[in-house]
């Protein structure tokens, strides 16, 4: 069998960083059989899992910037920002520590009635089991950190297949954490094409299936889990923030620029809708496309850089596309609207598109802004809430009443009231609905999904 190979580029340049040598089937079937047979064998003790971790943080840390490079030039995310994923990644790995300590069950009453009278009852937590997690390119590091670290807390065996295009941070990850003291087999990194990744994840003896990334491929690799194999997905949205008022209105401006374009747009909760009243539509909108217009396009290694490139030239052909649409269909181009070269776009504010284009209705995941009028705000809201994807929103307003009722109306996981679609800490439960999503990320709230409840019964 000729073993496939995997080439992983400079996400700006091209240059090849790594040859790496990809998993066929058999290789599959030998990580989940080792997976298997160490959760039969049980897990390290918690007090030896967290001087594994506290022993991680400090490696990881030890290599801030080496990581920061390596995000930057594999996944194409400005270096400042860069250094911010990694600072976020080493405290997660810290909130997972102080989540272990909440590792307990608790005692059952038995003598509500006579039929339990004479009994004890308590409850103990266990892994679940083998926990294969699927990642996404566009944060690299700190994904892994959110699917790798909550198994290694819990007691579970996991493999991890990270995105192709960026697995180089997923591979030193799995590296510090053996140097860490976890011992071989714990965590494992597959790195496998698309038919050799779907025996990994529908295998029977994967316990728990955590997936981010698209939601076509999410929702399909669900259909096919095992009977008994537990999931958490988490998809993209098409993120709406509705404009009332802000004694701010500069900082409101600058706010939403960095909240649409970080990363390019490829982040699932970036602000892609934003709804204004109508008397404040034009004026708004010319002050965040001047803006958006001295952002700095380039590679992403790059100190002066505030956009890297997209992740491939097939998404910057698309996004293209998508663009040129809405304008023949009535959209008004404010900034942007061009290619800069094969894997760059141009920072662009579309005024009032077709509710029915692409840019209105689908995840764009670019640095595209869709800007609407509206007259009455409940319009506003019934247009945020119109399509099948729900992950967080966002109202600003200087009436406090107001911005309640409306994160009340708002169909999302999260509402932000004078703040961005994109905030989030590592600690708060993340989640999509409808089709965004299926069940609940976030560190302690992964830990939870990989432990489960048994309870053990004393008759006196």
């Known amino acids: 069998m000729t073993q496939e190979t995997l ?45 594994v971790l506290q022993k991680l943080a400090e490696l990881v840390d030890n290599e801030h910037e080496a990581f920061s490079k390596l995000i930057a030039n594999e996944g ?13 990644a080493v405290g997660g790995i810290h909130i997972a520590i102080r989540e272990m300590q909440d590792i307990k069950g608790e005692e059952i009453p038995m003598d509500l009635s006579a039929a339990g009278a004479g009994r004890k009852a308590f409850t103990v937590m266990e892994p679940i089991g083998v926990v294969v997690a699927v990642s996404a390119f566009n944060h690299p590091l700190n994904l892994a950190i959110h ?14 297949k990270p995105a192709t295009v960026t697995p180089l941070c997923c591979l030193r990850l799995a590296e510090l954490i053996i140097e860490a003291g976890l011992p071989e087999g714990w965590v494992q990194v597959a790195i496998t094409n698309r038919e050799n990744s779907e025996k990994l994840v529908t295998d029977p003896r994967v316990a728990f299936f955590s997936f981010i990334g698209s939601a076509k491929v ?51 909760v970036s602000v892609q809708r934003v709804y204004v009243p109508n008397n404040k ?15 700095i396009v380039g590679d992403a290694i790059n100190e002066d850089s505030d956009l890297g490139p ?13 663009v040129n649409e ?43 802004v869709c800007l609407y009028g509206y007259q009455n705000i409940d319009d506003a809201i019934q247009d945020a809430n119109s399509l099948d994807v729900s992950f967080q929103a966002a109202i600003f307003s200087s009436n406090i009443s107001l911005a309640m009722d409306v994160a009340k109306k708002l169909e999302a996981s999260a509402v932000m009231i004078n703040d961005y679609t994109t905030f989030r800490v590592d600690w708060m439960p993340f989640a999509g609905r409808k089709h965004s999503g299926y069940g609940i990320g976030g560190i302690g709230y992964s830990m939870k999904d990989m432990l489960e409840h048994k309870m053990i019964v004393i008759k006196s």
């Open 7 to 51: 080439s992983v580029t400079q996400a700006y340049t091209g240059k090849t960083l790594a040859e790496l040598p990809m998993h066929n089937s058999i290789d599959v079937d030998a990580m989940l059989s080792t997976a298997k047979n160490l959760h039969h064998q049980g897990c390290l003790p918690i007090y030896e899992r967290i001087s």
């Open 310 to 322: 997209l992740i491939s030239p097939k998404e910057t052909d698309r996004i293209e596309t998508w």
């Open 326 to 368: 809405a304008i023949d269909e009535g959209a008004e181009l404010l900034c942007g609207g061009k290619r800069i070269n094969e894997v760059s776009y141009e920072p662009t504010i579309l005024l009032n598109p077709s509710k029915d284009s692409k840019v209105s209705t689908q995840e764009i995941f670019a640095p595209v």
């Open 76 to 88: 194409g995310k400005p270096i400042r920002d860069a250094r911010v994923e990694v600072t976020r």
């Open 281 to 295: 539509l034009a004026d708004l909108a010319q002050k965040i496309a001047n803006l958006a217009k001295t952002q």
């Open 147 to 160: 699917q790798i670290i909550p198994a290694i807390a819990t007691g579970c065996p996991v493999i991890i």
């Open 218 to 268: 999410g929702w399909y690799l669900k259909s096919k889990l095992a009977p008994g194999t537990r999931c958490a997905l988490e998809h993209g949205g098409v993120a709406p923030l509705i404009f009332d008022s802000s004694e701010d209105e500069d900082g409101f401006v600058s706010g939403l620029v960095k909240a649409s374009m970080y990363h390019s747009g490829q982040v699932c």
